[in-house]
């Protein structure tokens, strides 16, 4: 079980969202060292076409950047293509990696993959139930277990700020604001950020790299044109 499952949203809203999280073995550096195993884990994730990487202690592939003034953040021409080569050049030491996947074939091409090369890592596939059985059946594997998220109790699916909840949960140590998420929306409806700009502006504070900012543009896209 990962902090991945507290991602708020019905099952269909993660039909483009996959997280396959690969953990060493607590103590893994008296048995063998597994940072070798664990890059090449991003490497190969790289073959597939992630919309992210992240490392839980240095982030994800698209990070916070020096600036003078606060409201530079939220400049149109700031850069927001991920940097993927950062994160696996940025690597310190045995933690959590993972790979975000928008694609179902291509989550399930990887899954496969990671199985056959046999580093030796716990390898975690957080989505739906659905979604994480099937990326395991493409692998040839049987589920080992499952972590089921039971929700957030008396909050309905259809709670107003729904959307910024969705947003806000995408990443699993709470770095990203509630209120943020909803002036990022407000920006998109006021037409002052485009819904990729404004993604890549919140993934920024995802201090482990789980965001995915293909959920997340889809997402404010949907609150834009929401009634609440």
């Known amino acids: 079980m990962t902090n991945t499952l507290h991602r708020f949203g019905t099952a269909d809203s993660f039909v483009d969202d996959y997280i396959v999280i690969a953990i060493p073995a607590k103590g893994a550096q008296g048995t063998g060292d597994p940072m070798p195993g664990l890059k090449r884990f991003l490497q190969i994730a790289l073959e597939y076409d992630p919309v992210n990487i992240g490392d839980a202690i240095n982030g994800g592939a698209t990070r916070p950047t020096r600036h003078h003034k606060m409201l530079e953040h939220f400049f149109a021409d700031r850069p927001s293509k991920p940097d993927f080569q950062a994160v696996i050049d940025g690597m310190t030491k045995p933690t959590t990696y993972s790979a975000i996947f928008d694609d179902r074939t291509k989550a399930e091409a990887f899954v496969s993959r990671i199985a056959a090369e046999d580093f030796g890592l716990s390898i975690n596939v957080s989505s739906s139930v659905v979604n994480g059985h099937e990326c395991c059946k493409a692998a040839g594997l049987k589920r080992h277990s499952i972590g089921y998220s039971l929700g957030f109790e008396g909050i309905p699916d259809n709670v107003p700020n729904r959307h910024a909840l969705m947003l806000s949960t995408m990443c699993g140590h709470g770095m990203i604001s509630l209120s ?42 949907e609150a834009r044109t929401s009634s609440n």
């Open 180 to 221: 943020f998420a909803k002036k990022m929306i407000d920006y998109v409806k006021e037409n002052r950020m485009k819904p990729d700009k404004a993604a890549a502006s919140l993934g920024r504070f995802c201090s482990c790299g789980i965001f995915n900012p293909t959920r997340a543009k889809r997402i404010i896209e």
